[in-house]
């Protein structure tokens, strides 16, 4: 839906990671932030995943196949459970539109709808609306080193460079070898936890390093997170052109 849908979009952007040289062991902050910014981001691509939205009441899982242009250009499709499928979602840079078959309606999402949760999951709005590229919104020191699911990581203290942004903070962990994003805590301007994700799985697809499976924590909601599994990835892939469309959220 960084980086659902930001995990679709927050996701999508950020699910790809491609190899290239090393820093050496005394890079600053900016500069890992830059080079795992860089790495993140791929053009066209086709993702068809599954969120397992582990609530109070139990869990359930959501089906989705999206199509993203850049960083900024996502159109998204549900594909079940059978109560949603037919949904739509569609970014284009900072507008977000849905489109729900039961109702025929087209919805801009804005205001106070984008706190509201994406499907029931750990992931608002909001967090699909961020800017996906890191460097533009936070700076960031190197603050420790640390092992994570067996990768050598630097972690990276974030601060915000802007006062309208959703999370004043954030910790992440990145991979020494891949700067692929392991870990992250986000946080509150008061300094109180909000949100985790931890990236539970990486393999490595067309010289790119995809996340396969991640796990996103609301911890001021009750339940067992939400995880993100990716079951195919379709890089560099051709998109028509009218699937960034509002048109193309009733086809």
Avoid at 48 to 72: D, N
Avoid at 228 to 241: G, K, N, Q, W, Y
């Amino acid at each position: 839906m960084r980086r659902m849908f930001w995990l679709i979009a927050v996701l999508l952007s950020s699910v790809c990671y491609a190899q290239t040289p090393r820093l050496p062991q005394s890079a600053s902050g900016e500069e890992i932030l830059k080079k795992v910014d860089l790495n993140m981001f791929s053009e066209n691509k086709i993702i068809e995943s599954r969120m397992v939205i582990h609530g109070e009441r139990g869990s359930r899982t959501v089906e989705t196949k999206s199509w993203q242009r850049s960083t900024r250009e996502t159109f998204s499709e549900f594909l079940a459970p059978a109560r949603d499928k037919g949904t739509k979602m569609l970014k284009l840079q900072d507008m977000l539109w849905t489109y729900s078959p039961s109702t025929d309606r087209i919805i801009l999402i804005s205001g106070h709808m984008l706190r509201q949760s994406v499907m029931g999951s750990d992931l608002s709005y909001e967090d699909m609306m961020e800017d996906p590229h890191l460097p533009n919104l936070y700076s960031a020191k190197v603050s420790s080193e640390e092992t994570v699911v067996g990768r050598s990581c630097w972690v990276l203290d974030l601060t915000a460079k802007k006062e309208d942004i959703a999370y004043n903070s954030r910790k992440a962990w990145i991979d020494k070898t891949r700067y692929v994003l392991l870990k992250e805590n986000l946080y509150a301007k008061s300094g109180k936890l909000l949100k985790t994700m931890e990236v539970r799985e990486v393999t490595e697809i067309q010289n790119h390093w995809i996340a396969k499976s991640i796990l996103y924590k609301d911890v001021l909601k009750e339940g067992g997170g939400t995880e993100f599994f990716v079951d195919s990835v379709i890089l560099d892939a051709t998109i028509p052109e009218y699937l960034f469309s509002k048109a193309a959220l009733k086809k």
